[in-house]
């Protein structure tokens, strides 16, 4: 939550000069041909949005087994559910903190950006309970 933070507190200018530095980077040139583009406006701005892909599939992914590990009784499909309603409710309030920064805007597009992360990574995880034939 805090990298998610510190990232969204950069203005527009260091945000987009950081995305566009990592995207000339090989790492970056490798993501970047292997993603579709999502936004039109260059691999900058489509290297942000993959990027609060990663975040947010991180951030489910530690939020998931934390809530897992204290509501132990409880179905993964449960925890799965709080989770990416967890998820929800924090791309919302980074989205709103990035009103108040200059050079960035708060859009609900980015929330179903960082939703669709997170809905990633808690798919990946059911699946592999699923396959484990675990608790589900």
Known sequence: MLMIFCFSAQDGTDSGNLSNWFSTTPVGRLIMGLLPPMTGEGSGADLRKFAHMTEFALLAFFSFHYLRALIMR?????????????????????????????????????????????GFCLILLWLFFRLRKDRI
Do not use: M, N
């Not at 993964?76 to 924090?90: A, N, P, R, S």
């Not at 009103?99 to 980015?110: K, N, Y």
């Open 74 to 118: 409880s179905k993964d499909l449960f925890i799965i559910l709080c989770t990416f309603l967890f998820c929800f409710f924090y791309a919302c309030t980074d989205e709103f903190h990035q009103i108040f920064v200059p050079g960035r805007v708060g859009c609900f597009r980015d929330v179903l950006i960082d939703c669709a992360g997170s």
